[in-house]
């Protein structure tokens, strides 16, 4: 169900987000480094944004099908009433709490996609979420993921700054593995830095010594310790480019305070300070709704909406909302009927939100 473009226009957004560029040739390590340095590197740059909508979403009760009666009988205990719904059409309406995305569908800029899914679906969180981030149904254990594929196209070795970043957790998502590229994680940009316990003026020391000594390493392309000493530069670099940003940012825009707003919040941040990643990873937990799904549910959606609203008031203020492409996305939907717990088990194929330029 799209409002003004279509599943095609969807994967040309991705495409404009950089996401595949097959007939590029790979840039200069020394090039990349010396864009770095001035920030030209980021400059006009695509973006894309992925959220993991991590369990499960229930789709039916996201994008609520108020036209069907075979909903409301599978669903008496848990489901939205049509006069609860945010109206779209006569056949569908969006969850009360998705106010934000709502005002976003109506504006042009929210596109949803329906029925996404991959060929025989397998319900186990472990393996879904496999295929969904390496893109490979077929391979039992994936060893890289998509965007990590992606990113080794547009570079041959790692570049100087991170072209991709993962926020609010410790764990690498498979998404972003990749055999040449290092994608560093976050929880704070206060944890991304070298530090010995002595305070800011001694991790300044300690941070341009290891830059020093590892300038000085010679490289053997292509080796072990080749991309750990790149992978270290590019953490180092980038941890030095992020704590320069926040003297400089400024925005009217009202976040909600929640984990989802400050996440997007930075990223905005950094997509502001033409810092050079271009691809981001945010999850928000909690969407495997076997029992009492109602209350927990609804506080998600509140969370989602108001953070992806505030995201997209926050680029349109710096007129950067042209350059960021967003989406989400969840390892399976939830089977029609609710269960005996007013909740629902797992599913297979559900939907997605796309924030487009």
Do not use: C
């Amino acid at each position: 169900m799209l409002p003004s473009s279509t599943r095609r226009e969807f994967l040309r957004q991705l495409g404009a987000a950089g996401i595949v560029s097959l007939g590029a040739m790979p840039p200069r390590f020394l090039t990349r480094a010396a864009e770095a340095a001035s920030g030209a590197a980021g400059r006009d740059q695509r973006v894309l944004v992925l959220i993991q909508m991590a369990g499960g979403n229930d789709g039916l009760n996201t994008l609520v099908p108020t036209g069907d009666p075979a909903y409301e009988k599978a669903r008496p205990g848990i489901g939205i009433k049509k006069g609860q719904a945010l109206r779209l059409n006569d056949q569908f309406g969006l969850h009360p709490n998705l106010t934000g995305l709502r005002e976003l569908y109506d504006e042009g800029k929210l596109a949803i996609v329906q029925g996404v899914g991959y060929p025989n679906p397998d319900r186990s969180h472990f393996r879904s979420m496999d295929i969904w981030q390496s893109a490979e149904p077929d391979r039992a254990e994936p060893r890289d993921g998509w965007l990590g594929r992606a990113l080794e196209w547009q570079f041959d070795r790692q570049p100087l700054l991170a072209e991709a970043l993962t926020l609010g957790t410790d764990k690498l998502p498979l998404a972003f593995v990749s055999s040449r590229v290092n994608v560093p994680t976050l929880r704070r940009v206060e944890d991304f830095q070298l530090s010995d316990g002595n305070g800011s003026a001694a991790n300044r020391t300690l941070t341009r010594t290891a830059q020093k000594r590892l300038a000085g390493e010679a490289a053997s392309s292509g080796s072990e310790l080749d991309f750990l000493r790149r992978a270290t530069t590019t953490a180092l670099t980038s941890a030095e480019r992020l704590k320069s940003m926040s003297s400089s940012y400024k925005t009217t825009v009202d976040y909600p305070g929640t984990a989802l707003a400050n996440r997007l919040k930075l990223i905005a941040q950094m997509v502001t300070a033409d810092f050079p990643a271009r691809m981001y990873f945010v999850s928000l937990d909690g969407f495997d709704t076997h029992s009492q799904q109602q209350p927990g549910h609804a506080a998600l959606m509140a969370e989602l909406s108001g953070a992806i609203r505030a995201f997209e008031q926050d680029l349109t203020e710096h007129k950067l909302s042209d350059r960021v492409a967003l989406a989400t996305f969840s390892e399976f939907g939830r089977r029609v009927a609710e269960n005996g717990s007013l909740g629902t088990d797992h599913g297979a194929a559900s939907m997605l939100f796309a924030l487009t330029p």
